[in-house]
């Protein structure tokens, strides 16, 4: 793992740097070692050439094995309840093309282990309810937790003066369409996927 670089992804303006957060001794040998299986153990080329080619039965192959690598960080990660508390699998496989296309060679559980620790800090710690931000027909699951952190932001920048409740009112969908509007994101008033990037920035973190 290159400990000493930090890597610049280009969606959204994301950087993200190299650690882990989760404790691999719990599930690897005395010597730390242990078996990659599935498309983690596969070279980020693979994933990148895959994504290129359209072919469907290798990305569901990667984005499975991101999914329960994350599950399994998740359980094993302490006071972590959530590590993707809104990201969408769509996105996450977004930011690991970019890395991959950077450093082709790592392995692909390098990269989603990177990845992991961009979103450390934004984790959610306990258990969270989750609500619809919207209607049946028109709507975002959100996990209460990210939805008062939503609406903290957006009352620093001054769009939001209700309560910071993790309730999705009336009020919250008019800040939200007016942060969008300021921001050339698609007027919604729902919190998609780039309006929470906007909202809720990761913070690349700096080696020592």
């Not at 980020?44 to 359209?54: L, N, V, Y």
């Not at 970019?98 to 990269?111: K, V």
């Not at 932001?153 to 003066?161: A, E, H, R, T, V």
């Amino acid at each position: 793992m290159r400990a000493h670089r930090i890597l610049a992804l280009l969606v959204f303006g994301l950087a993200w740097s190299p650690a882990l957060p989760v404790d691999r001794a719990k599930a690897a040998d005395s010597n730390g070692a242990y078996a990659i299986d599935g498309g983690g153990g596969a070279p980020c080329k693979a994933f990148t050439d895959s994504r290129k080619a359209g072919n469907a039965k290798a990305a569901d192959l990667f984005a499975g094995w991101v999914d329960g690598y994350l599950s399994a960080a998740n359980k094993n990660s302490p006071d972590t309840f959530d590590l993707t508390p809104w990201q969408t699998t769509d996105l996450l496989l977004a930011l690991l093309e970019r890395y991959c296309a950077s450093y082709p060679e790592d392995l692909f559980e390098i990269a989603v282990n990177n990845m992991i620790q961009a979103l450390h800090p934004q984790r959610i710690i306990a258990r969270s309810d989750k609500l619809l931000a919207g209607n049946k027909e028109k709507g975002v699951p959100i996990y209460r937790e990210t939805l008062q952190r939503v609406q903290q932001s957006l009352s620093d920048q001054g769009f939001y003066k209700g309560s910071i409740d993790g309730n999705y009112s009336k009020a919250m969908h008019a800040a939200l369409s007016e942060f969008q509007k300021k921001n050339g994101i698609n007027v919604t008033g729902l919190p998609d996927q780039e309006s929470l990037f906007r909202l809720l920035p990761l913070k690349a973190k700096k080696p020592d």
